[in-house]
């Protein structure tokens, strides 16, 4: 077994102004800032100044308004996340993987790795891999980088479509929702490689119980 797990309302929270805040805030046309950070940004190795050109482009954001600097990082763990990251690595390794711009991505990684990287295996994020949750990519470049199988691992998350969906159309083992921001919807609330737990802590004890199955 090998665990993923999702970065932003799963383990913790993100202090600073996300890519998507920043663009909506200089856009002229700030309704589609969250769609190209997501489709553009999240997806892009690193802010070339042909990339930051397109965006200003997308957006109308003229020249003199595009930051010199990008406040980004401040990762805080919730309560439980340092103390349910350990259990959870007792059980198999765990593997983080997130969804985040190739402008806050590497001061967000550095934060995570700075407050939680003694307990995690690996950590991997869409702009690195080039494909963003619910797209398989990711869960498939974690399995083979760990010589597994998709099919052994267990995927941790709030989402419903990036973190559910996608783990069980990647072929995940199970799919543990975080109900931080969503809760389950009807249509897989029976489904035996989902569960739903309020907090880290749920999901320790929905995988011990998984683990102690499959022993």
Same mark, same amino acid.
């Given at each position: 077994?090998?665990?993923?797990?999702d970065?932003g309302? %799963?383990l @913790?929270t993100?202090?600073? #102004?996300g /890519?998507?805040?920043? +663009?909506?805030?200089i !856009? $002229?046309?700030?309704?589609?800032?969250?769609?190209?950070?997501?489709?553009l940004l999240?997806?892009?190795?690193?802010?070339?100044?042909?990339v930051?050109?397109?965006?200003?482009?997308?957006?109308l954001?003229?020249?003199?308004?595009w930051?010199t600097?990008?406040? %980004?990082g @401040?990762?805080?763990?919730? #309560?439980g /996340?340092?103390?349910? +990251?350990?259990?959870l !690595? $007792?059980i198999?390794?765990?593997v983080?993987?997130?969804?985040?711009?190739?402008?806050a991505?590497?001061r967000?990684?550095?934060d995570?790795?700075?407050?939680?990287g003694?307990?995690?295996?690996?950590?991997?994020?869409?702009?690195q891999l080039?494909?963003?949750k619910?797209q398989?990519?990711g869960?498939?470049?974690i399995?083979?980088?760990?010589?597994?199988?998709?099919?052994?691992?267990?995927?941790?998350?709030?989402?419903?479509?990036?973190?559910?969906?996608?783990?069980l159309?990647?072929?995940?083992?199970?799919?543990?929702?975080?109900?931080?921001?969503e809760?389950?919807p009807?249509?897989?609330?029976?489904n035996?490689?989902?569960?739903s737990?309020?907090?880290?802590?749920?999901?320790?004890?929905?995988?011990?119980?998984m683990?102690?199955?499959?022993?």
């Amino acid at each position: 077994m090998l665990i993923t797990v999702d970065v932003g309302h %799963t383990l @913790g929270t993100f202090d600073r #102004p996300g /890519t998507a805040d920043v +663009l909506r805030e200089i !856009a $002229a046309a700030p309704t589609h800032a969250a769609e190209i950070d997501r489709a553009l940004l999240h997806v892009t190795p690193e802010l070339t100044a042909g990339v930051a050109r397109q965006v200003r482009e997308l957006l109308l954001i003229p020249d003199h308004a595009w930051p010199t600097t990008w406040d %980004t990082g @401040g990762f805080t763990p919730y #309560p439980g /996340t340092l103390t349910a +990251l350990p259990r959870l !690595a $007792a059980i198999a390794p765990v593997v983080a993987l997130t969804n985040v711009s190739c402008i806050a991505g590497p001061r967000r990684l550095a934060d995570l790795e700075l407050r939680c990287g003694q307990h995690l295996a690996g950590m991997f994020a869409s702009f690195q891999l080039g494909a963003r949750k619910p797209q398989p990519h990711g869960w498939n470049t974690i399995a083979a980088t760990h010589g597994i199988s998709v099919g052994d691992i267990v995927h941790i998350g709030d989402r419903v479509d990036d973190d559910i969906r996608g783990a069980l159309a990647a072929g995940c083992a199970a799919a543990i929702l975080v109900t931080t921001r969503e809760s389950l919807p009807a249509d897989l609330r029976g489904n035996p490689r989902v569960t739903s737990v309020p907090d880290l802590a749920g999901a320790v004890t929905a995988i011990s119980a998984m683990a102690g199955e499959a022993a």
